[in-house]
Nanobody, 130 residues
């Protein structure tokens, strides 16, 4: 499995932007570029919610309608890093944001299934104030 570490969270005012990073390290024999990577978020008292996924090559990605036009996912396999660019943030986006890695990609809502991912980071807190 690959180890994931999120960074880039913090406080931000409504309407602002943040870019989260998901950096990876792992055993030799399988590299970060072999994995599909997704982002999820979990607000207090709520279920974990899928917000973006990117194919291992970085040529395809999918974001759900709930964040379409606000969130964009990208990756730099040379740096073993996946990014989540978040724009026009709203207070309801306050949550812990997690990245996760797995072997499958569909480019549909099927990628929201959490059991498709075997590696998870510890999360980074994003707090949006009004």
């Amino acid at each position: 499995q690959v180890q994931l570490v999120e960074s880039g969270g913090g406080p931000v005012q409504a309407g602002g932007s943040l870019r989260l990073s998901c950096s990876a390290s792992g055993p030799s024999g399988r590299t970060f570029s072999d994995y599909t990577v997704a982002w999820f978020r979990q607000a207090p008292g709520q279920d974990r919610e899928f917000v973006a996924v990117i194919h291992w090559r970085g040529t395809e990605s999918f974001v759900p309608d709930s964040v379409k036009g606000r969130f964009a996912i990208s990756r730099d396999n040379a740096k073993n890093t996946v990014y989540l660019q978040m724009n026009s943030l709203e207070p309801q986006y306050t949550a812990v944001y997690y990245c996760a890695a797995g072997p499958y990609y569909s480019g549909t809502y099927s990628d929201s299934r959490q059991d498709r991912y075997m590696s998870w980071g510890q999360g980074t807190q994003v707090t949006v104030s009004s």
